[in-house]
Structures are given as structure tokens and as C-alpha cells.
């Protein structure tokens, strides 16, 4: 599988809205595939489509307990809140303090078409929120209280 060029900040791809994925094929898992290779190349512990360039809802994160591969996901509960350090892929270098809800629960579908809800804590929460905003357009150095060089 090839890794993918990963987008860096600056790039139009990263402010869109990324669109639903409307049908679940070949494409969209060999997408999957391409997206785990290249977060896993980058020693990333997650990856947004919008990331490798490709406007759609789909992440992939691995935060030393397996891949989880999410497609359309959807935060649908959250509680608490912590802050943390935080530092992405398409922001080489930089890292900021993000303030994140502490624990959340995120319905997607996987793979299979299956919809299934996972409830994260710690960094896995603070992962699929990250992931979840470059969906949305967001990178984590707006939502920084303060950034530094790595």
C-alpha cells in the first residue's frame, strides 16, 4: 500500500468541510488502507482524509491498541474536560495546549457498513476529537492556548 502525501497547513483541502461518504466500496477501503500506512509511516496516532488530501469523513487512529477506522463519525456524547498537549501531522513541529472534553462517545460506521459506537477516554478522546475537527475544518494550532516549536 502507498503512503500518502500528507497535507500540511496552508493547504485548501484542510479548511474544508469534508463531505459524508455515501457508499462504502473498494475505494473508500483501499482509502482506509493507504490512510493507516501513511499515519503509521508518519508515527502518527491518527489521520483524517482531509489530511491526504481527500475531502471526505474518514479516520483512521491507533493509539497503541489497534486500528480504528471510522467512516461519517459523529461525537454523540461528551463529558469533563482536560487540557493537554497536542501536535498533528499537517502541523509539523508545532504543539499546543488544547482543552478537550475528557471523555466522548463516537457513532460511525465501520468498514462493513456496521454502525458502532465507541466510548474514548484520555488520549484515545482527545484523538478522535482531533481527528473529528479536521472534518470540520479546524486544525488544533486555532483552538491552542499556546503553541511551541517540538
Not at 493537554?84 to 475528557?102: D, F, I, K, Q, W
Amino acid at each position: 500500500m502507498p503512503v500518502m502525501e500528507i497535507r500540511k497547513a496552508g493547504d485548501r483541502v484542510l479548511k474544508e468541510i469534508a463531505a459524508p461518504v455515501e457508499k462504502i466500496d473498494r475505494k473508500i477501503k483501499h482509502l482506509l488502507d493507504n490512510m493507516a500506512e501513511t499515519m503509521y509511516s508518519a508515527d502518527g496516532v491518527g489521520l483524517a482524509a482531509p489530511q491526504v488530501g481527500v475531502s471526505l469523513r474518514l479516520v483512521v487512529i491507533d493509539v497503541g491498541e489497534g486500528i480504528i477506522e471510522l467512516i461519517n463519525p459523529e461525537i454523540i456524547a461528551c463529558e469533563g474536560s482536560e487540557e493537554g498537549t497536542e501536535g498533528c501531522l499537517s502541523v509539523p513541529g508545532m504543539y499546543g495546549e488544547v482543552e478537550r472534553y475528557a471523555t466522548v462517545t463516537v457513532e460511525a460506521l465501520n468498514r462493513a457498513g456496521k454502525t458502532i459506537r465507541i466510548n474514548g477516554s484520555g488520549l484515545l478522546a482527545r484523538a478522535f476529537q482531533h481527528e473529528i475537527d479536521h472534518l470540520k475544518g479546524i486544525l488544533f494550532i486555532e483552538l491552542a492556548k499556546t503553541i511551541h516549536k517540538g
